[in-house]
């Protein structure tokens, strides 16, 4: 393999029921910063069904070009389907890199193109790099219950493939007027060549309302809350402010949320304009999900909590009291 010839960063565009996914869209821009300082491109390459809408954000969020390849078997993700479609682009214009999100689908996607090319994969990375000496990408990914940071090349292969935690890198405020080349590929999977079938979605209780990763804030309980039902109060925070419901896991593990709503290393990774931390301690583990927020707000009656080192705002006080009343404030302000 002739690695010279292998060149741009490519962001895998996750899409969920034709609409984009807030991850691709951070990817694009990390994935910028990257081929710039190789003087490559960042490709965006879009695989679905009706994908007009997906094809304009993902240009206004900074794509270089798009590689769209549309046909009513790509209506859904498939293993089978989207990487052959995948093999077969990276055989035709070679990239260099490839970004994929580390979402469910993005980790069962990542390690099958990799086999299928015969390079190497850093699965869920939360850093992104280029190696000086090299010119490679530093893949940078927490290990051994994230008490390692691991740094990792992949020198003599191409592509070099990564998949990235989502909300570990900001998106850019898109611009509209923006326009790309967008290359429209024909690659068919024949039906028999899809071995998995959708038969239906079934929405997992608890999961209603907005998603972690796709919130612009996240209000999150811990312990502090007590018992399940005192979940109800943050949910109302959470509704006046167009919020998601996030937790630590001790309110996880005591059954009163579903793991789905778990932040920090072993939950998700998000990176909200703000996050309200209530009756949550700050456990490193904690703040190894949601310390890239922009403005952390934390509610505690302990005023040693460690989350107050990392908050922007701090309200020592009981949450029973301070949230109904902050709840209270805010629809009234909401409705003057
Ligand atoms: C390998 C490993 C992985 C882990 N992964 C994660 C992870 O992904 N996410 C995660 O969150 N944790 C994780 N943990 C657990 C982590 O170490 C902590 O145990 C956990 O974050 C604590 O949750 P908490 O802050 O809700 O509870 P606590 O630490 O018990 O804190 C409760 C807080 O609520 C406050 N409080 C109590 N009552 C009130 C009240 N009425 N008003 C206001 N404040 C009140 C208390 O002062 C206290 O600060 C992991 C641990 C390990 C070992």
Known sequence: MNIEEYKNVWVFIETEHGKVKNVGLELLNQGKILAKANNEKVIGVVIGRDMNDVVKSVISYGADEVILVEG??????????????????????????????????????????????????????????????????????????GNLMATILCSDT???????????????????????????????????????KLIDFIKIAGEEGVKLEEAEIIVSGGRGLGKAENFSILKELADVLGAAVGSSRAAVDAGWISPLQQVGQTGKTVGPKIYIACGISGAVQHLAGMSSSDIIIAINKDPDAPIFNIADYAIVGDLFEVIPALTQQIREYQNS
């Open 72 to 145: 009513e078997e790509y209506k859904d993700y498939s293993t089978d389907g989207y990487t052959n479609v995948m093999n077969k682009l990276v055989k035709k214009y070679k990239p260099s890199v490839i970004l994929i999100g580390a979402t469910i689908n993005g980790r069962d996607l990542g390690p099958r193109l990799a086999c299928r090319l015969q390079t190497g994969l850093t699965a869920d990375c939360t850093g992104l790099d280029i190696d000086e000496a090299s010119r490679a990408i530093a893949w940078t990914r927490p290990a051994f219950g």
């Open 158 to 196: 191409r592509p070099q493939i990564g998949t990235v935690r989502p909300g570990v890198f900001k998106k850019i405020h898109p611009d509209e007027s923006k326009s790309a080349n967008v290359i429209k590929e024909e690659i068919h999977t024949p039906a028999d060549e899809i071995r998995t």
